[in-house]
Every structure is written in structure tokens, then in C-alpha cells.
């Protein structure tokens, strides 16, 4: 019975292994799609002070439009990093949890083993 319990634990925790480094990959993934947005806007900003320079002022407008998008798309990925860095810390710890647990019911079957 002890053997299956622990057996099913390491299952578990094959699939907490495999959510923990599927969020973690998602989650780089977002922080570098969030640099690339802000060096984005960083260009339209750009762009609109040469268009201003030029005295072109409804291309100004539209590249700092643009700015504008790429900002807050740049924020909404920082917020969705951080709810996943909290999602990380959740599953770290689950996963910590759980091979505690395995860790005390290894024990306590060798110990049975040995009686």
C-alpha cells in the first residue's frame, strides 16, 4: 500500500515538475515580449520627435498613438509576469511539500520493510 502512495507521489510530482517549467518558460517568454514592447515604444517616441522636427505634426500624433500601444501592452505582459512569478511560487512550494512527503513515506516503508 506504501509502495503505490509513493508511487503515485512521484507521479505527482512529475506533473508538478512539468506545470513548474512550462510556467516558468512562459513566463521569460512574456518578460521578453515585454522588452520588446517598451523598445518599441521607445521607437515610436522616437520617430514622433522627428516627425515634430519636421513639423509633421499628425504623423507625431500617430507614432505617439503607437507609443501609446506598445506601452500598455508592455504593462498588461509585466502584470501577467508577475501573476505568474506568484504561480512559480505556488507550484515551488507544492513541489517542496511533496517531496517532503515522499521523502517521509520512503521512510516510513523501509521501515516496515525492515520490521
Avoid at 513639423?55 to 508592455?74: F, S, Y
Wanted: without cysteine; glycine residues 0%; proline residues 0%.
Amino acid at each position: 500500500m506504501l509502495e503505490q502512495a509513493v508511487a503515485d507521489m512521484q507521479r505527482d510530482l512529475v506533473k508538478v515538475r512539468q506545470s513548474y517549467a512550462e510556467v516558468s518558460a512562459s513566463s521569460k517568454r512574456m518578460e521578453e515580449q515585454r522588452r520588446l514592447a517598451e523598445e518599441e515604444a521607445a521607437k515610436w517616441y522616437s520617430r514622433a520627435q522627428l516627425a515634430l522636427e519636421k513639423q509633421e505634426e499628425d504623423l507625431a500624433r500617430e507614432a505617439l498613438t503607437r507609443r501609446q500601444q506598445n506601452l500598455e501592452t508592455a504593462a498588461n505582459l509585466a502584470d501577467q509576469v508577475e501573476s505568474q512569478a506568484a504561480s512559480l511560487s505556488t507550484l515551488f512550494e507544492s513541489m517542496k511539500e511533496l517531496e517532503a512527503k515522499m521523502s517521509e513515506a520512503k521512510a516510513k516503508k523501509d521501515q516496515m520493510i525492515a520490521r
